[in-house]
């Protein structure tokens, strides 16, 4: 069965579906990844198959290279310069009512109040309101006019140096929660042999004010050593992350 805190609302920014608050911290509602034993065992038998459920992959194993859903803090992450990331224990105002996991669970959140500063030039924004050397992927990039009339505050958050797999690939999954039509995320990756390139940015403004999956396909070739960098810009909103992964090779979803 698949369904999650936020499946059957409405409104998906509220959860209907939430455990009792002392387990808040741990439970994850929903069965999001493959198959039981007993479902395999069925499927088995109505297709008169040998039944034999040791083939079945129980968990990331060895493919989990990072991974943090801020129950217990944030993990090995490391804080930029000024404004901070802080984790959430409460519901927001102007942001997620909780984690994804189970609609209590805690959640990084970035907000600050941002100052009136100089308007930028033409030549720091897009017609969109994103830096020009932005990703052109049209799904991820839609930023309300109104975000090029102020400089964002950016609040920047660091993984620890991580290893790709021997053929460098690895996935990056993660939730993300936006809330106002001026904020949005840049993911950047670099490294003691990369250059520091953005991998993508998200601000669509037609996912917003509800949790959302993502992935990121990371590919560098060979066997890697690679630092993420995650930075919100805020104007007028408020930008959320939870159920962070990094595993090796392919996408998948890992709850």
């Known amino acids: 069965m698949h369904y999650g805190a936020y499946d059957a609302g409405k409104v998906h920014r509220y959860p209907v579906i939430t455990p009792k608050p002392k387990y808040g911290k741990t439970l994850r509602l929903g069965q999001r990844l493959g198959l039981s034993d007993i479902d395999v065992m069925k499927i088995q038998v109505l297709y008169n198959c040998p039944i034999d459920t040791s083939h079945i992959q129980r968990g990331l194993g060895d493919r989990l290279i990072d991974y943090c859903d801020f129950a217990f803090g944030m993990c090995n992450f490391s804080l930029g310069s000024g404004p901070t990331w802080v984790v959430q224990n409460e519901s927001t105002t102007d942001g997620p009512v909780g984690g994804i996991s189970n609609?209590?669970?805690?959640?990084?959140?970035?907000?600050?109040?941002?100052?009136?500063?100089?308007?930028?030039?033409?030549?720091?924004?897009?017609?969109?309101?994103?830096?020009?050397?932005?990703?052109?992927?049209?799904?991820?990039?839609?930023?309300?006019?109104?975000?090029?009339?102020?400089?964002?505050?950016?609040?920047?958050?660091?993984?620890?140096?991580?290893?790709?797999?021997?053929?460098?690939?690895?996935?990056?999954?993660?939730?993300?929660?936006?809330?106002?039509?001026?904020?949005?995320?840049d993911v950047f990756v670099s490294g003691p042999l990369l250059q520091r390139q953005r991998l993508r940015t998200f601000g669509d403004v037609s996912r917003m004010e509800f949790w959302v999956r993502y992935e990121i396909k990371l590919d560098m070739g060979t066997k890697a050593e690679f630092q993420l960098e995650f930075v919100a810009y805020l104007l007028e909103g408020t930008v959320s992350l939870d159920d962070y992964y990094v595993v090796k090779g392919n996408c998948i979803y890992a709850d």
């Open 103 to 185: 609609g209590l669970d805690p959640f990084l959140f970035a907000s600050k109040e941002w100052d009136d500063l100089s308007s930028l030039t033409t030549e720091d924004v897009s017609p969109q309101g994103i830096s020009n050397s932005t990703t052109t992927d049209s799904a991820a990039t839609t930023i309300a006019p109104s975000a090029i009339s102020k400089t964002p505050v950016t609040v920047t958050i660091y993984s620890p140096l991580l290893t790709s797999g021997d053929d460098g690939r690895a996935c990056i999954q993660f939730a993300l929660f936006q809330y106002g039509p001026s904020s949005y995320l």
